[in-house]
């Protein structure tokens, strides 16, 4: 990461293709090309990528007054005015959104198995490293931009594009929130789940010479591209938002990224979300309710962070949830059984108003989870007996508390987080074959 090449903004030469209005309020749109790298040979070479740059258009001005917000598409995407658009509206930034190497109209390889595992002998020759590399000189642009204030920037992204984010989170040092999603590091422990891997191994297995978990190729990526190598380093206070059957990114390894993050003591947070995944969850259930969740938790953040919106100026409390044995009993038949009693507790108090709260619980953090309401016990604590629980089997089990919070009052947002999910000893996680 040679950071006085890539942070260099006099070698982005950026170039203005169209600018153009849309919507109302209007949203400025401006499609530009600027310079990248990738790695040929072992020799860095300048790309020129596609990206869009979007900002409200009662806030643009030369007071430097808009935070700037680098958005990092998936494996196979690119970019497009939409892309940067939305979120601009949204949060009340300026956006810029790329198209990766190879992908839309920018220069370079594109995102394809082979290119995604060229490793050796330079990790830099990786997609992984010119997502990433590319994502940095996204920052650099909208530090060029008199709109922009640079003390307030943030990255986000979906899946390969997290990936990315989690990257350049841990090399940047200009990075102030970051919120990657449906992505995390340990890579390799999904790699490893049994009977069946995650879908690494589908990705590894696409290379024109196909390969495993095991090959050189996948091992140099574990060792110098993983997220993992970069999160004791990370700059940003980071989100991490995730489907909590992900068969990329399973619920273990993100457990082991947010803790590799320093967890909720280094001021972050995160949000497992049950029922989505990378595909087939997400189709079987519809993805509407998760994808609302998580719009609305990246909005909160990012205003948080940048200071736009004093409703959610406070660091959110983190919840912690407990399962303990307990006793049952039927009142009208006097039946009694094993059951559990659990309880949420939070990490201070907190100025948002906790709406509700529910324990989500799975024998294999795959397929089926099972959910229980908690109810207000005052003090802080949420708890309730589940009956349908043996809370002498709880160490087995993968489990976590969704908390809904609200800021603000009546009109305030709505936001989500979850507490640091339980992982059994010895867990793999059940992965839904590629379809």
């Known amino acids: 990461w040679d950071l006085e090449l890539l942070l260099d903004p ?21 499609e530009i090309r600027y310079t990248s790298f990738e790695v040929v040979e072992c020799v860095v070479v ?12 009662s806030s643009v001005g030369s007071d430097g007054s808009l935070p700037g917000l680098v958005k990092a598409h998936g ?36 995102s394809t198995p082979d290119h995604l595992f060229d490793t050796i002998p330079d990790p830099r020759a990786s997609w992984f490293w010119e997502h990433a590399v590319a994502g940095i000189r996204g920052l650099s642009v909208l530090t060029t931009l008199p709109e922009v204030d640079p003390d307030r920037l943030g990255m986000t992204g979906y899946s390969g594009g997290s990936v990315a984010t989690l990257m350049v989170n841990g090399v940047d040092p200009r990075l102030k929130a970051v919120v990657p ?30 390969k495993t978990p095991a090959s050189q190729e996948f091992q140099a990526y574990v060792q110098y591209l993983d997220p993992k190598n970069y ?8 989100l991490l938002i995730d489907g909590a059957q992900d068969e990329f990114f399973p619920i273990n390894s993100l457990t082991l990224t947010f803790d590799d993050l320093g967890g909720a003591a280094a001021g972050h947070r995160m949000l497992a ?27 909160v953040w990012f205003h948080r962070v940048f200071g736009q919106d004093p409703a959610v100026a406070e660091l ?38 906790v709406q509700a709260v529910k324990l989500h619980w799975s024998g294999d953090g795959s397929l089926v989870y099972f959910s229980w309401n908690l109810q207000d016990q ?58």
């Open 10 to 30: 006099s070698t982005l030469d950026v170039e203005v293709v169209a600018t153009w209005s849309e919507g109302f309020p209007p949203v400025q749109i401006r």
């Open 46 to 57: 300048p790309i020129r990528l596609e990206a869009y740059v979007a900002m409200p258009q």
């Open 75 to 110: 494996l196979g995407g690119n970019a497009d005015g939409n892309a940067a658009k939305t979120p601009a509206r949204e949060l009340g930034v300026a956006v810029l959104a790329y198209s990766g190497p190879g992908q839309g109209q920018s220069e370079g390889t594109g």
């Open 181 to 210: 999603v449906s992505a995390c590091g340990h890579l390799d422990l999904a790699a490893a789940a049994t009977p069946v891997p995650g879908w690494e191994a589908d990705l590894l297995a696409s290379m024109t010479e196909p």
């Open 231 to 238: 999160l004791a380093s990370a700059f940003g206070e980071t």
């Open 273 to 299: 979300i049950k029922d989505w995944d990378h595909g087939p969850l997400a189709m079987l259930y519809g993805s509407e309710v998760a994808e609302a969740m998580s719009v609305a938790t990246l909005g």
């Open 316 to 353: 959110p409390p983190m919840p912690t949830v407990s399962i303990e044995p307990w006793t049952c009993l039927d009142p009208d038949t006097w039946l009694v059984w094993d059951c559990a009693v659990a309880a949420v507790t939070f990490s201070g108090p907190t100025g948002y108003d």
């Open 378 to 435: 005052g003090a802080g604590i949420w708890a309730a007996e589940v009956g349908t629980l043996d809370g002498t089997a709880a160490d087995g089990l993968v489990y976590f508390a969704e908390v809904e919070f609200k800021a603000g009052g009546w009109f305030g947002p709505s936001f989500w987080l979850t507490s640091r999910p339980h992982i059994p000893e010895g867990f793999s996680p059940n992965i839904i074959p590629i379809p």
